[in-house]
T-cell receptor, first 111, second 114 residues
Framework: DAKTTQPPSMDCAEGRAANLPCNHSTISGNEYVYWYRQIHSQGPQYIIHGLKNNETNEMASLIITEDRKSSTLILPHATLRDTAVYYCIVRPSNTGNQFYFGTGTSLTVIP | GAVVSQHPSRVICKSGTSVKIECRSLDFQATTMFWYRQFPKQSLMLMATSNEGSKATYEQGVEKDKFLINHASLTLSTLTVTSAHPEDSSFYIC??????????FGSGTRLTVV
């Protein structure tokens, strides 16, 4: 799986958009970008994933650059409950193979 | 959506004893299940991959005789920490995979060895 680089921590004001960057410059053509988050002392929660087109669901938007070497997860209106560690993972599509986590970004939403 | 139930959520055991953690996929059959360990302020570290009816595949550095994994059915995998020591105290998380739901994670088990 391609390696990802994320800032270790970020702050965001409540109600504002949280933009979490991820660099994956060695991504392969068949690898997707997945985002998960982990709220303290809970299991990881799936957020969104994409290959090359921008994606949006009820939780977030995923913007992938045209060269696919980086992406940004956008939480449009951050709430205190969005405080968590966010993991960007690059891997082939849903194959059931091993799933490895990097160090992630600790997002703190400030009132 | 898919739900993975992990039990117990917290356990305290004495040093030298063994403890079993269960991971169940409640509304789907999991071809593959994964076990992770997470120390405070660190990321999840994959310990092993288990497929129903076959031996688990352990990551490098993980002692297979200490962390026994059984995946006897498509909905249940167990992790037994044998002869637990304080350094085994950690947060253990399981994940189940199927073709429809992808990877679904349990809520984790906090193990404290005293």
């Amino acid at each position: 799986d391609a390696k990802t680089t994320q800032p270790p921590s970020m702050d965001c004001a409540e109600g504002r958009a949280a933009n979490l960057p991820c660099n994956h410059s060695t991504i392969s053509g068949n690898e997707y970008v997945y985002w998960y988050r982990q709220i303290h002392s809970q299991g990881p929660q799936y957020i969104i994933h994409g290959l090359k087109n921008n994606e949006t669901n009820e939780m977030a938007s995923l913007i992938i650059t045209e060269d696919r070497k980086s992406s940004t997860l956008i939480l449009p209106h951050a709430t205190l409950r969005d405080t968590a560690v966010y993991y960007c993972i690059v891997r082939p599509s849903n194959t059931g193979n091993q799933f490895y986590f990097g160090t992630g970004t600790s997002l703190t939403v400030i009132p | 959506g898919a739900v993975v139930s992990q039990h117990p959520s917290r356990v305290i055991c004495k040093s030298g004893t063994s403890v079993k953690i269960e991971c169940r996929s409640l509304d789907f059959q999991a071809t593959t299940m994964f076990w992770y360990r997470q120390f405070p302020k660190q990321s999840l570290m994959l310990m092993a991959t288990s497929n129903e009816g076959s031996k688990a595949t352990y990551e490098q550095g993980v002692e297979k005789d200490k962390f026994l994994i059984n995946h006897a059915s498509l909905t249940l995998s167990t992790l037994t920490v044998t002869s637990a020591h304080p350094e085994d105290s950690s947060f253990y998380i399981c994940s189940a995979w199927d073709t429809h739901y992808g990877y679904t994670f349990g809520s984790g088990t906090r193990l404290t060895v005293v």
